[in-house]
Structures are given as structure tokens and as C-alpha cells.
T-cell receptor, first 115, second 112 residues
Framework: GAGVSQSPSNKVTEKGKDVELRCDPI?????LYWYRQSLGQGLEFLIY????????KSGLPSDRFSAERTGGSVSTLTIQRTQQEDSAVYLC?????????????FGDGTRLSIL | KQEVTQIPAALSVPEGENLVLNCSFT??????LQWFRQDPGKGLTSLLL?????REQTSGRLNASLDKSSGRSTLYIAASQPGDSATYLC???????????FGAGTTVTVRA
């Protein structure tokens, strides 16, 4: 498809386990963003990539969270030693380089549940 | 820090009525403002993007205005339909920053 693709769509895991979330942006989009959507918290920014570089990691909640992007395309968000407060929907978005007049396109998200 | 507020939090109208959704933001140094729609269990769909130099954007039954100096945007949806039922989110991009700052959304129900 032509949109942003995220996998898995749902993930249930036990507290303390590591999880990896994947994002496939729209082809040609050099900018990639990860957001988290929690009940009662709204949408919060996690990290931004331009190409393979992450100039803004300011939103990562703790050092248990990391992300990488390879080949200027696919990105993975890794959460180590998951905690119950990590339960949320993790959304990925991509956009073309001229972000001032181009919208961010979102995937359907990964719904993460920590037991 | 940019704060984005959306009022009301929820809205229920009969089919055919016009919808008015409000968004306010605290930092007027923005490069754009975007309105998104989110259906349950889905991601966000971009509806309209207004650049900071623009005053409004229109797409079909949707019209969004931007008053940067007062920190306000309004989304108008004309002749609402049950298919318009969704959560509408406002987001602003601040100059010198890459991320979008989101409001909490307005959940709209259009009754048939």
C-alpha cells in the first residue's frame, strides 16, 4: 500500500519483557516521527528522524526507550524491561522534507498492552 | 512550551447541522496548523493544513481558519453526516521545532 505501515497492530506482553515496534514510512518521505497516545494523556511526541539521524530525541520518556532508522526507510522503536505505564498506542508518521507545507501521514499504530 | 486546547471535548448534533470545533494555542510562533480526524482503533487522517502565512483552507464541506496573532483556529464542517462521527485533533508545528503539539481532541457524534 501507499500509506504508513506499522507492525504488529497489537502486542500483549508481560512486564519486564522487551518489545520492538516497526514502522514503514511512505516511500520517499525522509522525515519520520514516533508519537505515543495514552488514555487521558493525549498524543505525545517521542522522537524525530531526518534520514537515519535523530536530531530530536527529547520526547523519549526514559533510557528504556530507543529507536533507530536504517536506509532512510524502516524504523524500529524498542522498549526494554517494559512497565505497565508503557501501555499505550504507539503511532508513527512520515512526511516529505519540506515540513512546513506538507502534512504528516500517520499509520494505524501499535496497541501495546503490558500485563 | 506550546499548549494546545480544544473546546468542546465532546459534541453531539443531529444530522444536517453545521459543526464548529475550536482550537487555541499559546505560542504564536508556528509554521503550520493541522486538523486531523481519528476513527476508533485507527491512526490519524490529515484533513487540512494551514501554513502560518495563510488565513484559511477549504476542502469540500470542511473549512479551517487560522488567526495566528490570537492563537486560534476553527474547523467548520457544513451539513454534518453520521459518517463525520469521529475524534478531531488540532496540532501545531512550532518554529524551530519538528514535532507537532496536539490538543486532546473533540469527539463528535452526528445523530441520524
Amino acid at each position: 500500500g501507499a500509506g504508513v505501515s506499522q507492525s504488529p497492530s497489537n502486542k500483549v506482553t508481560e512486564k519486564g519483557k522487551d518489545v520492538e515496534l516497526r514502522c514503514d514510512p511512505i516511500s520517499g518521505h525522509t522525515a519520520l516521527y514516533w508519537y505515543r497516545q495514552s488514555l487521558g494523556q493525549g498524543l505525545e511526541f517521542l522522537i524525530y528522524f531526518q534520514g537515519n539521524s535523530a536530531p530530536d530525541k527529547s520526547g523519549l520518556p526514559s533510557d528504556r526507550f530507543s529507536a533507530e532508522r536504517t536506509g532512510g526507510s524502516v524504523s524500529t522503536l524498542t522498549i526494554q524491561r517494559t512497565q505497565q505505564e508503557d501501555s499505550a498506542v504507539y503511532l508513527c508518521a512520515s512526511s516529505s522534507p519540506n515540513y512546513s507545507n506538507q502534512p504528516q501521514h500517520f499509520g494505524d499504530g501499535t496497541r501495546l498492552s503490558i500485563l | 512550551k506550546q499548549e494546545v486546547t480544544q473546546i468542546p471535548a465532546a459534541l453531539s448534533v443531529p444530522e444536517g447541522e453545521n459543526l464548529v470545533l475550536n482550537c487555541s494555542f499559546t505560542d504564536s510562533a508556528i509554521y503550520n496548523l493541522q486538523w486531523f480526524r481519528q476513527d476508533p482503533g485507527k491512526g490519524l487522517t490529515s484533513l487540512l493544513l494551514i501554513q502560518s502565512s495563510q488565513r484559511e483552507q477549504t476542502s469540500g464541506r470542511l473549512n479551517a481558519s487560522l488567526d495566528k496573532s490570537s492563537g486560534r483556529s476553527t474547523l467548520y464542517i457544513a451539513a454534518s453526516q453520521p459518517g463525520d462521527s469521529a475524534t478531531y485533533l488540532c496540532a501545531v508545528g512550532v518554529l524551530g521545532d519538528y514535532k507537532l503539539s496536539f490538543g486532546a481532541g473533540t469527539t463528535v457524534t452526528v445523530r441520524a
